[in-house]
């Protein structure tokens, strides 16, 4: 793809450092040689301006290298003004030193040629290092002279350079012909050679480090003057009679990393994906006003393969896109890094899972919160292979902080592109998008997550992700913060079947307070409840009786009209289809509403009973999206027909009743769960530090099938919620008020109710879910879910399932 770039886009660019390549000739040194003492390091690849100069250990005088001349251990290499040094090693990381710098390679194989460790002793100057492609975790290593401090490099470009007296490392990204299995890209700093003891570290592009008298300072983000100086440190004039094209040979990436290194004629030493980076760099200083005759007007730049998009590339990319949108899912090695004031340390390893979608039509990343995610999951190790981990450590309130973050971190416009590239940082990771292969574009995601908690301690934690391909449409699930380990493999969920036998069980469960995820993202009140039918012997989730039912009440001022959605989890699905070869299905694939918009169900370990989490963002007909995560268990008792009723079929039902009954109660009925008729239902109130306070709720709804209302009369709710070790205690009681059948949800036997339904202001909305049952049929037993508040600032929920209908009005008083 060929765009034109604007001035500002191609000084940018001029980080990408243009060379003088001479000829080279074979040289018969050998990388990684066991037969030497002194094996070779790399090569010279450019050797430009006047003053280069190389020193070998056991020599006193300095020389200038021809390019392509050999390098090993313990050779010192200088350059003077107007000049640079390229040295290509032979593990395919490459140092590009600024005019003035001075540097000796102290190591890089040992005597056996087996131990792959660089360290490079920096004197002064600067110089700008890719990671190769044998690159090791931690095996690079940088000594800064007279400092103390030592710099650990893995998989990463960074670029060192002295400025005012101080040395600033600048972290630029990741290497190519990376994975988002691989190692991440990290720039560590230690001091006095205590490896274990690291002072800071560099994890996301365009943060830096500052090192002087003090020590090393703390990462941060790189301004643009700064970014100036340190790129302007590259580039010099270039000498007169030096030329002005960069002729590289060969590309070693299709020869053997033996070969290359060797000098090979053919391949003449080089990497032309080296001449792909300085091709289009500006190599003169900015002309002053009144030398030229007039603007200037830069060529157009090619974009080659896996350079970062200019904006007004990405511009052209996105106009010329006949899909939407388009997202990205990968999962990647995570780490956990826990400082209590001491120094990071890793505490724990296990993946990330980031689903990122692109607006094209927008040009917006991450248009609406938790339609993209990023989420860590450290009850696992080994994101080719998930397996628990026995050392899971991971606080609920860390997890609940980073859900803060990522709601923050939604609706990124293009146009906030770093320095008019396509590079987007935010709280919780660093977007990046790429040129690929065949006008299509590539995504790198840098996680960098930190959250501290109350007493102090900051959690990081961090994943990278590179070259991962944009799907079209905008992705299936939806954030979660259930543990993986906890989730079922597909062999485990045969084998429970098989314990169990062929047949179907049900998992219900509910959740109070949901969250709106369009535009600002906001907790409102409200209450969704599911239920999903596991079949064992069909091998299936979802399908039957399945469904999710939610309700938001008025006061949310959300169209300013209660909100009551009933959505069919209508599509059996095989156990086969679960992500990562676990029972983790996406929720879109049980549903054919669309206002299933994204979302999960896993199924669990249960300990001999079912059990499962589903989180889900819905929608409804008003255009509201709403999104609650929630945990369902097996119903007991209720194998058989569970199906929700329908207005229809409960018209008519009293005869039906009373005959089942053999009353003759006239047309009022209750649903009546209490102390005195059978188990309370559950209540929980979850105080504003997080604490959960438990109790029980007891609730007699009437219904009237000759007015056709349910409520009214005697109906009342009863909650009582009690910790005296926690000093608390809440007793509310309120009378429920009666709703025409005409206000059920689709015609079904679901009804939504808000606080203004209830005698009383604790009440915020109440879900009502009849089901049909086969004694006595339509209406035979009810789901009630509710949420309320204490009045202090504490969320509380109650629910009773399965309540029996019963002769009789609830009685007065």
């Known amino acids: 793809m060929k765009y034109p770039v604007s001035r500002s886009a191609f000084l940018t660019a001029s980080s990408m450092i243009a060379f003088v390549a001479l000829s080279v000739s074979a040289n018969a040194a050998k990388c990684f040689d066991k037969n030497t003492d002194n094996p070779k390091a790399g090569n010279a690849t450019a050797v430009v301006g006047p003053i280069v100069d190389l020193r070998s250990e056991d020599e006193s005088e300095f020389s200038r290298p021809e390019n392509g001349a050999d390098l090993f251990s313990g050779d010192h290499v200088r350059t003077g003004d107007a000049s640079h040094l390229q040295l290509k090693l032979c593990d395919w990381s490459t140092y590009t030193f600024s005019p003035n710098s001075d540097a000796t390679i102290n190591e890089f194989y040992d005597a056996a040629g087996a131990g792959r460790r660089r360290a490079v002793n920096f004197v002064r100057g600067g110089f700008r290092f890719a990671s190769g492609r044998d690159t090791e975790p931690g095996s690079t290593e940088i000594e800064l002279q007279d400092t103390g401090v030592t710099m650990g490099v893995r998989g990463t470009n960074v670029i060192l350079v002295e400025l005012d007296g101080a040395i600033y490392a600048l972290l630029e990204g990741p290497i190519r012909e990376n994975s988002g299995l691989s190692p991440r890209g990290l720039v560590d700093f230690w001091t006095d050679d205590n490896r274990n003891a690291i002072t800071a570290s560099l994890k996301r592009p365009g943060f830096a480090v500052r090192i002087d008298d003090n020590g090393v300072s703390l990462p941060f983000r790189a301004d643009d003057d700064l970014l100036r100086r340190i790129y302007q440190a590259f580039v010099p004039a270039v000498p007169e009679g030096e030329g002005s094209d960069t002729d590289y040979a060969g590309n070693p990436v299709n020869e053997s990393g033996q070969g290359a290194q060797e000098g090979d004629p053919a391949s003449n030493t080089s990497n032309d994906l ?302 086969d289809t679960g992500l990562f070869d676990l029972a983790f299905f996406p929720i879109n694939s049980l549903s054919s509403d669309p206002d299933v918009l994204k979302g999960q169900a896993l199924v669990a370990d249960g300990e001999g009973m079912g059990y499962a989490d589903i989180a889900a963002l819905l929608g409804d007909s008003g255009g509201n999206h709403f999104y609650r995560e929630f945990e369902l268990f097996e119903a007991f008792g209720l194998l058989g027909s569970n199906a929700v009723s329908t207005i229809a079929g409960l018209e008519g039902q009293s005869g039906l009743i009373e005959s089942a009954f053999d009353v003759a109660q006239g047309t009022t009925f209750r649903y009546e769960q209490t102390q005195f008729t059978g188990q309370p239902g559950d209540a929980i109130v979850t105080l504003p530090n997080g604490l959960p306070i438990f109790g029980t709720s007891e609730i007699s709804l009437d219904i009237n099938f000759g007015n056709r209302t349910i409520g009214g009369g005697g109906s009342f709710v009863f909650v009582d919620v009690e910790d005296p070790l926690a000093n608390y205690s809440l007793t509310l009681f309120e009378g429920i008020n009666a709703i025409s059948f005409d206000d059920a949800t689709e015609g079904l036997g679901v009804f939504g109710l808000d606080a203004e339904d209830f005698a009383g202001n604790n009440i915020n909305s109440m879900l009502i879910l009849l089901h049909d049952g086969q004694t006595v049929g339509p209406g035979e037993n009810a789901d009630i879910y509710f949420d309320f508040t204490d009045g202090a600032d504490g969320a509380g929920e109650g629910v009773i399932e399965s309540i029996p209908i019963r002769a009789g009005a609830t009685p007065q008083g």
């Open 274 to 575: 080296a001449q792909n980076e300085d091709e289009g760099t500006d190599q003169y200083p900015t002309e002053t006003p009144g030398e030229s005759e007039g603007p200037i007007v830069p060529p157009p730049v090619v974009i080659e393969v896996g350079e970062i998009l200019p904006l007004d590339a990405l511009e052209d990319f996105a106009a010329a896109q006949t899909a939407v949108d388009g997202h990205i899912f990968a999962i990647a090695d995570a780490q956990l890094f826990v400082d209590n004031g001491t120094g990071a340390q890793l505490e724990d390893e296990g993946v990330a899972i980031v689903q990122l979608t692109v607006d094209w039509a927008s040009r917006t990343i991450a248009p609406e919160a938790l339609a993209s995610f990023v989420v860590f999951d450290f009850s696992v190790t080994d994101a080719s292979q998930i397996t628990p981990d026995e050392d899971f450590f991971f606080p609920d309130e860390i997890g609940k902080a980073y859900l803060d973050q990522m709601i923050a971190d939604g609706a990124i416009p293009f146009s906030v592109g770093e320095n008019d590239f396509a590079v987007f940082p935010t709280q919780i990771y660093t977007f990046t998008i790429r040129q690929g292969a065949n006008d299509t574009v590539t995504v790198d995601v840098d996680v960098d997550a930190s959250v501290t908690d109350q007493q102090g301690t900051t959690y990081n934690g961090t994943a990278m992700l590179t070259d991962l391909q944009v799907l079209p449409g905008s992705g299936d699930l939806a954030y979660f913060e259930f543990p993986l380990a906890n989730v079922l493999t597909i062999d485990d969920l045969d084998m429970a079947g098989m314990q169990r036998g062929p047949g179907a069980i049900l998992l219900r469960g509910s959740g109070a307070g949901m969250l709106t995820t369009l535009g600002v993202p906001t907790v409102v009140d409200g209450i969704m409840a599911a239920q999903i039918e596991l079949d064992y012997g069909n091998r299936t989730i979802g399908g039957g009786d399945s469904y999710i039912a939610f309700t938001s009440p008025a006061s949310n001022e959300i169209g300013g009209a209660t909100i009551t959605n009933y959505i069919g989890l209508d599509q059996a699905v095989s156990f």
